[in-house]
């Protein structure tokens, strides 16, 4: 894929995007009636769908409870028809449990878990369009479930990718963009405080370039955020909207 | 079997002592344990032991048909074991998160960064590649798998030498180690992952953590790198929240590690290639030490053992008395069992104890002070108790 230029000189990305621009982001919350929280989120052309239940009491194996705390357990997915070719295997391979894994750890920092202790959260998070930024929009549609849910948290959690080509970042990137060869880095973070819940990084990148990747990234994300803010924002108008009459 | 879990006083105190900086090995907050490289006699088998953790690595190679969507690169497979011998939690049947993790962190660490030339491994395009299979085994388990596995795993890429091929049109001809040498691959750069732990909140940070400072962790962060300051992973995992100047400054200090790693591969690498080269012993058997005591020689140390009798008797009358710790000493007859402490019985007896009390006062409290309270079942009357006596000092005297 070398013939492929992913900045041009004018500064215009494969599909027309500026360097630091972000995909068009379209979500919705409360898509299922039976769930606790749901939201479904589309970042360009990646579409996650988010599912919580919970709290609800500790099922499968009782050791699992904490004491002090609810337990966090995340399930991620991919529908065979999200990739180009048919996936054979949605869940259960390494890169699948290791989504899980991350998805886990990003909302065990971020969820109040302290308020309801002995307890469970479920998080079901599936991909049914996969154009980049896989673990981005799972944590976005989890995040808005999340708050469909009534479930409290530290803030929201954002997440977005960036790469690096020719020293100028990019900020949210596309399939066609993860895979050619550059850097990527997938970054979930807290905006108000500037924690990051979870950083990961692929590919060779010089130490030097470490710093504006990131902030790249933490702009991307704080970005998002104000999106999110919006949707949850506006729902909620819906809603009462509704109620009321 | 599950883990012993860690008590909650081992976990204050190693808390603590790392808030003074303090490791429990003496080591400082960005030290590593001693590393040791260990090649075996056939190529491309490496040992590596971080402490005492140690882990195994073997790479072989198979010519396979390639990838429909790579028809010109070689495969690369990667497979981490967690042997059952390397610690009594881990079980061969469970696909535990540790296992998950290190996997695919290891994959990331090699794949990703293309530290081997895959291009070269091809051998006539579309039809035979290589497939170059990395196998890691865990043998021991104390703290840090992952670092101990990237070194062990580069170690042995470098160290591994693959069958000559020749090509005659369709025809491959594979020749064997005695025809001809068999060639090394092609390593761009060497990736090496450091771990960093993370404690209260971020903190405080160490790097190389062992399995109790592993289970006292909030959170690791895990960067690989190669010794031309190029990033080649970054792992963030446990539910910690980190600054961006906390990932920075230890991008800084992994820079620093991995150079000095490097430095300890190549150093190795060259011993073995200079044994081999010489004709002498090389392998694991020869590099693991006999610790086997062969002759028991003591020298002759020369003892002050002048007025030791005055010195004796001196520090003996400047010591304090021991303190009293029991008050009434309870003895236990062999032959008895006993449930309970032995403390006095208190059953339903309790009001006439309380009146006893309180007309005795100090007079019955003193009566029990000297009283030995024996609890036996034996049936002789008189039980007799000696008592130890005030020894007269018995002095050796040196024999000249």
């Known amino acids: 894929m070398a013939g492929l230029e992913l900045l041009s000189d004018q500064g215009y990305r494969l599909d027309g995007r500026r360097a630091a621009e972000l995909r068009k982001v379209q979500a919705r919350m409360g898509v299922f009636a039976q769930a606790d929280g749901s939201a479904y989120i589309e970042q360009g052309n990646t579409r996650a769908l988010a599912v919580v239940y919970g709290p609800h009491e500790v099922r499968g194996s009782r050791s699992k409870t904490l004491h002090d705390r609810a337990v966090i357990n995340c399930q991620y997915s991919m529908a065979t028809f999200s990739t180009a070719e048919r996936k054979r295997r949605p869940h259960g391979d390494r890169k699948s449990s290791e989504m899980s894994l991350h998805l886990k750890q990003t909302f065990e920092a971020a969820v109040l878990t302290q308020l309801y202790p002995r307890s469970q959260i479920d998080i079901y998070v599936k991909i049914l369009q996969s154009d980049g930024g896989n673990y981005s929009a799972c944590v976005n549609a989890a995040t808005l479930a999340l708050v469909d849910a009534g479930i409290p948290m530290r803030d929201y959690v954002c997440a977005c990718t960036a790469g690096f080509v020719e020293d100028t970042p990019l900020a949210d990137l596309c399939h066609a963009e993860e895979s050619g060869g550059g850097t990527t880095l997938a970054l979930a973070l807290l905006p108000r405080s500037e924690n990051i819940a979870l950083v990961q990084m692929d590919a060779r990148l010089h130490q030097d370039h470490l710093d504006a990747l990131m902030e790249a990234a933490m702009m991307a994300c704080k970005g998002l955020s104000k999106v999110l803010d919006s949707v949850v924002r506006q729902h909620l108008q819906e809603v009462s909207v509704l109620t009321r009459e | ?400």
């Open chain 2, 1 to 400: 079997m599950r883990e012993t879990p860690l008590s909650n006083c081992e976990r204050l105190f190693l808390l603590k002592a790392i808030e003074e900086k303090k490791r429990l090995d003496g080591r400082q907050a960005y030290d590593y344990r001693n590393i040791k490289i260990t090649f075996g006699t056939d190529y491309g088998c490496c040992t590596v032991c971080l402490g005492k953790t140690r882990v195994l690595a073997q790479v072989s190679c198979e010519l396979v048909p390639p990838k429909d969507s790579r028809p010109t690169e070689g495969i690369m497979f990667f497979n981490l074991e967690l042997s059952s011998m390397a610690s009594p939690g881990f079980q061969p049947s469970r696909q535990s998160e540790l296992l998950v993790t290190l996997n695919r962190q290891l994959e990331r660490c090699l794949r990703n960064s293309k530290c081997i030339d895959t291009e070269s491994l091809c051998v006539v395009s579309g039809e035979k590649v290589w497939q170059i299979r990395v196998d890691v085994h865990v043998l021991n388990h104390d703290g840090n798998l992952m670092d101990a596995a990237s070194i062990a795993a580069i170690s042995a890429l470098c160290h591994f030498r693959r069958p000559d091929v020749a090509i005659q049109g369709r025809d491959i001809t594979v020749f064997s180690p005695e025809e001809r040498d068999p060639v090394p691959l092609s390593i761009y750069h060497m990736p090496i992952c450091v771990s960093f732990a993370f404690f209260q909140q971020g903190t405080y940070l160490l790097v190389d953590p062992c399995e109790k400072e592993e289970l006292v962790m909030d959170g690791l962060l895990v960067i690989a790198m190669n010794k031309h300051r190029e990033i080649c992973s970054v792992q963030s995992s446990g539910g910690i929240m980190l600054l961006k100047d906390q990932v920075i400054r230890c991008s800084k200090i992994a820079s620093v590690k991995v150079s000095e790693i490097t430095e300890l591969i190549n150093k190795a690498l060259e011993n073995d290639r200079q044994v081999r080269k010489e004709g002498g012993k090389f392998g694991f058997a020869e590099s693991i030490p006999k610790e086997r005591i062969t002759a028991l020689k003591r020298e002759q140390a020369p003892v002050e053992m002048k007025d030791i009798e005055e010195t004796a008797d001196e520090i003996v009358r400047e010591a304090e008395a021991p303190s009293e710790a029991v008050h009434s000493p309870v003895i236990v007859a062999t032959g008895t069992g006993q449930v309970g402490e032995g403390l006095q019985n208190t059953w339903g007896l309790e009001e006439e104890d309380a009146e006893e009390e309180f007309q005795g006062g100090m007079d019955g409290k003193e009566k029990k002070k000297d009283e030995v309270m024996v609890i036996s079942d034996s049936e002789e009357e008189e039980v007799v108790i000696l008592k130890p006596e005030a020894q007269k000092s018995k002095s050796r005297r040196p024999k000249n």
